[in-house]
Nanobody, 116 residues
Framework: QLQASGGGLVQAGGSLRLSCTSSGSIFSLNRMGWYRQAPGKQRELVASITTGGSTNYADSVKGRLIISRDNAENTVYLQMNSLKPEDTAVYYC????????????WGKGTLVTVSS
């Protein structure tokens, strides 16, 4: 089970850190990631990270958002800097033990609202 937290209301240019904690070990979860869904839009991948630390980011967040994972704490983080109003969305964490394909486990979302 994945539990996301850390969302909230922030002004443009501000920062937030999202956390996603697993009820079990994430050591076997090859890929963990953050997705988001804005009102009226499809869910999109924001960032992902592998067990080995390889990361992948959506072009729209490169240089502003940083994903990291702490296997000892069974937690993946999303540090969000220089936030923009277009970052407003419900953010979901997800994971998979597989190297490829879709995510197998999803947490409930946490709302991030960026005011202009």
């Amino acid at each position: 089970q994945l539990q996301a937290s850390g969302g909230g209301l922030v002004q443009a240019g501000g920062s937030l850190r999202l956390s996603c904690t697993s009820s079990g070990s994430i050591f076997s979860l090859n890929r963990m990631g953050w997705y988001r869904q804005a009102p009226g839009k499809q869910r999109e991948l924001v960032a992902s990270i592998t067990t080995g630390g390889s990361t992948n980011y959506a072009d729209s967040v490169k240089g502003r958002l940083i994903i990291s994972r702490d296997n000892a704490e069974n937690t993946v983080y999303l540090q969000m800097n220089s936030l923009k109003p277009e970052d407003t969305a419900v953010y979901y964490c997800a994971a998979s033990p597989r190297r490829f394909g879709g995510m197998d486990y999803w947490g409930k979302g946490t709302l991030v609202t960026v005011s202009s």
